[in-house]
């Protein structure tokens, strides 16, 4: 691996040439089952054939515009995205490039929303303990981590953390003199594919409206059908006021978003806010595809029972090295009694030309986390779970 690298990845001993579908191939020709989408970004898998064509045919045509001018590849990408999260009642949308950025925006808006109409002072932002948000200095703020807050101060001001699930807490911590939003992840991934439970989220809900705080939720790893329905947040039955997701969202060209409801939708004005390269025609183009192939009632029920077949396989086993298999569609949780790290290295290492490598993902010392891509096939699970299990 190139020494010019600044050391912040705990890289794998693998470099990876090619993908298909849902396998990726090293620079030795050796095969690996891809169980984690690049941290659920492959969502349509490796060179899915018409992500291809719209990205080449694209870049063909018409790589970037800047946002003085128009695009109709991008319009079409927005409309068709807030189109898919309208039944939420999300109205529009601003488009960058990754999940924090998007995060960052969110954050913009609760606070503009909160000081044009009350004034000065209520400005904090509510997040989970655990929780995952970015990496840049606010939404390392919004983080609720005491282990991301250290060596970059000093952070961005104005974010508060509670217990998730404690709604004696939340109900506390929603001041509603002070605090301009909640952001949440429906179902958080980083720190363990732990989800939110419908009370807590119903509750949420119920404070935010009364207050006059926005309800926001982070779904930029459990957004785009990755639990089975198109957003995670539409099987709590909420209408939040503003959404991020990324990820996913192309299929694996960088581009994220920020969707406002009624309520923030005209929030943001001219000057307020901006992105080079936000909605840039290629990631548009490639969006297109993963919006017309995922926001499909067919193929999120595939998601769906995918997932059950995925966590009932494990729960079959019994296994005493099982601790506890949790999840949603294919966003799945698998707390094991020993240290993750390692048997992510094996899955990999013990790869050769007769028995594939498995790409896994840790969430927490001891959690496996799984997110394959969407078109894995019944019988790639079953393969890559036959790995699992004999690595355990
Ligand atoms: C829930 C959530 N929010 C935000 C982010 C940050 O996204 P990005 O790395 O694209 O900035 C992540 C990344 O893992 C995430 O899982």
């Known amino acids: ?197 419908a009370e807590y989220i119903a509750a949420a809900a119920k404070f935010c409206a009364e207050r006059d705080i926005l309800l926001m939720f982070d779904e930029v790893q459990c957004g785009m059908g990755r639990t089975g329905t198109f957003l995670a947040c539409e099987s709590y039955g909420v209408k939040p006021d503003v959404i991020t997701l990324a990820k996913g969202l192309s299929g694996g060209i960088p581009v994220g978003a920020v969707l406002t409801g009624e309520k923030a939708a005209d929030v943001l004005q001219v000057s307020d806010h901006g992105s080079t390269f936000g909605g840039n025609p290629i990631a548009a183009a490639a969006a297109l595809v993963v919006l017309e192939t995922v926001n499909n009632p067919a193929f999120l029920k595939e998601i769906a029972r995918k997932g059950e077949k995925f966590q009932s396989i494990i729960k079959s086993w019994n296994s005493p090295k099982v601790k506890e298999v949790r999840g949603k569609g294919l966003m799945i949780g698998v707390d094991i009694t020993e240290d993750a790290w390692p048997l992510l290295e094996k899955a990999i290492t013990r790869a050769d030309a007769k028995t594939p490598g498995l790409l896994m993902l840790s969430a927490g010392a001891k959690t496996l986390r799984f997110l394959p891509p969407y078109i894995v096939s019944d019988a790639e699970i079953e393969q890559g779970l036959e790995l699992l299990k004999g690595l355990l």
């Open 1 to 197: 691996m190139a020494d010019v690298f600044m050391n912040t990845y705990h890289r794998l001993p693998v470099t990876f040439a090619k993908g298909e579908g849902a396998w990726l191939t090293d620079v030795n020709g050796k095969k690996y089952l891809d169980f984690a989408s690049g941290i659920a970004v492959n969502c349509l898998g490796h060179a899915y054939p018409p992500l291809v064509k719209a990205i080449a045919e694209q870049a063909a045509k018409l790589n970037h515009v800047c946002n003085y001018y128009q695009s109709d590849v991008s319009a079409a990408f927005a409309e068709k995205l807030v189109a898919a999260c309208a039944g939420v009642g999300l109205k529009k949308v601003f488009l960058g490039n990754s999940g924090a950025e998007a995060n960052e925006g969110a954050v913009k808006i609760a606070r503009k929303y909160s000081l044009v109409k009350y004034g000065p002072g209520r400005h904090q932002i509510v997040t989970l303990k655990g929780s995952f948000h970015g990496r840049t200095i606010t939404t390392l703020s919004a983080t609720g981590q005491d282990n991301f807050h250290k060596d970059f101060g000093p952070f961005t001001e104005g974010f508060a953390y509670v217990q998730s699930g404690d709604i004696d807490a939340l109900d506390k911590a929603l001041d509603k003199t002070t605090v301009a939003g909640f952001l949440v992840e429906a179902i958080q991934g980083e720190s363990g594919i732990k989800p939110q439970s």
